[in-house]
């Protein structure tokens, strides 16, 4: 109930002074919590890192047994669903995936003896390590890499085994991609369409544009153009390179 004698006007400019008292005071206590338990803080996010990486390590596992038992198609599958990524096998039009949650049949097993024909691992977790679990697929047309936070060059070289039948590559968004890993690429030769599109850490875009073009002439390449990283005096010359 509102207290008696004050208007409609001097009530909410009370509640928001007080509300931000609370808050400043809730703050300077955090603080000081902080200034006085500092192992104990670097212990917690010692820890948390570890644990970032443990899990990483193990979304990341060789599924060695899964593959042994029932091939390279399966375990890439097995994998790739984990991953809470998208498979298609060779012949198909239907995608396996999981739901929201996460969840996915083993409907995918009926395939177990079919090529896979597309992967989709954007915006997973896969790593270097990863991609032991897929590299064996020797009938991969297309593979989604846009947006994994931990594919690097390193991962990129490992990509040469796809040399003979990959024909769609995405590395839209991959925040460690440079153009140490793009020069690795050149072994795909089989490449129609590249998208590199927001690639933050590749310095000389334009420069790095020519040089992919100059050694996969088949394939389309989106996402970067001659003029990306030039000063702006320089585009007008660059422009009359289309």
């Known amino acids: 109930m509102a207290a008696p004698g004050l208007s409609s006007r001097v009530l909410p400019a009370i509640r928001r002074y ?3 008292s609370a808050s400043s ?5 955090v603080l000081q919590y902080l200034k006085n338990n500092v192992p104990a803080v670097q212990t917690m996010m010692k820890w948390s890192s570890n644990f970032k990486l443990f899990t ?3 979304k990341n596992k060789h599924y060695f047994q899964t593959e042994s038992m029932y091939g390279k198609n399966a375990a890439a599958a097995y994998y790739t669903l984990e991953q809470r990524g998208g498979v298609r096998f060779k012949g198909q039009s239907e995608w396996f995936r999981p739901n929201e949650k996460g969840r ?4 995918f097993m009926q395939h177990k003896d079919v090529p896979i024909e597309s992967l989709d691992l954007s915006g997973t977790m896969v790593t270097y390590m990863g991609l032991t679990n897929i590299d064996g697929l020797q009938e991969l047309r297309e593979l989604n890499l846009s947006r994994c936070h931990y594919i690097d060059d390193w991962a990129l070289g490992r990509l ?4 003979d039948s990959l024909e769609v590559l995405s590395l839209a968004g991959c925040p460690q991609v440079t153009e140490r890993g793009l020069a690795t ?4 030769q089989n490449l129609k369409y590249l998208d590199l599109s927001d690639l933050p850490s590749v310095n000389n875009k334009g420069l790095v544009l020519i040089l992919l073009e ?3 002439p088949a394939c389309k390449i989106v996402g970067i153009a001659y003029t990306d990283g030039l000063q702006a005096e320089d585009a007008p010359a660059a422009e009359s390179m289309k």
């Open 56 to 58: 990483l390590k193990v």
């Open 214 to 216: 100059e050694v996969l």
């Open 185 to 188: 690429l050149h072994h795909l």
């Open 18 to 20: 007080t509300t931000s």
């Open 104 to 107: 996915y049949t083993w409907d």
């Open 160 to 163: 040469h085994v796809f040399k």
């Open 25 to 29: 005071d809730t703050k300077e206590k």
